[in-house]
């Protein structure tokens, strides 16, 4: 793992090794999908790490004791649609009782702008850990977007979680949302003149939903 100012990359190496078979452009749909699902709780560790906690007195076979659990609210995940549910599935294995909520955007393929088309939040965003999950942090348009809208609705504790960033993206973050660290698998060079992210591993939704 190594740590930037506003940036965390997971250099461990299953996340490595998951990453790169996700790149490779002969890499069937399928198997995509369950690299991501595997990635995305990998990631979950890393961007979980620090939640708040307490304790809870139980008893065990064998004796009484003061047992650590998680304090407050449940967290929330919030997916950035659609490519987002990808990273959102595997999460949601390791903290099933989160709450979940949908961010619609889409970015113009001119502009390279995002289009919102739906939004749905859980509530008592204020008094939880919210955690956006997109697997592409690119121009960074649509995570600032999405950003907005979660703070517009009281939320104050939020993490970005991504499989990709290019450092387009992550400036573009860190200029409009500089309280929102940032967890990926990887920073790579650059953004193309499509505004991909280069060496990348192409549009994420398309290749986990086998679409065009």
């Known amino acids: 793992m190594s740590t930037l100012e506003h940036l965390t990359v997971v250099r461990h190496p299953l996340v490595q090794h998951k990453l790169t078979l996700m790149r490779d452009r002969d890499t069937p749909t399928a198997v995509f999908r369950q690299l991501l699902r595997e990635i995305s709780q990998l990631l979950a560790y890393e961007i979980t790490d620090n939640l708040a906690m ?46 979940v909520g949908f961010v619609g955007l889409y970015r113009d393929e001119k502009t390279l702008e995002p289009v919102q088309y739906y939004c749905k939040l859980p509530s008592e965003l204020d008094e939880r850990l919210v955690i956006a999950v997109d697997p592409m942090l690119a121009t960074g348009n649509s995570s600032v977007a999405a950003i907005d809208l979660l703070k517009q609705s009281g939320a104050k504790d939020i993490r970005f979680l991504c499989l990709l960033a290019a450092p387009e993206g992550v400036a573009r973050m860190k200029e409009a949302h500089p309280d929102v660290p940032i967890v990926t698998a990887a920073l790579d060079e650059r953004l193309d003149d499509r505004g991909y992210i280069v060496p990348g591993l192409g549009d994420a939704g398309d290749r986990m939903f086998g679409t065009k």
Do not use: Q, Y
């Open 54 to 99: 307490t304790t809870r007195r139980i008893d065990t076979p064998v004796c009484p004791m003061d047992a650590p659990v998680l304090d407050g609210r449940k967290l929330a995940l919030v997916s950035i649609l659609r490519a987002g549910n990808g990273l959102l599935d595997g999460i949601l294995e390791l903290v099933p009782s989160a709450r």
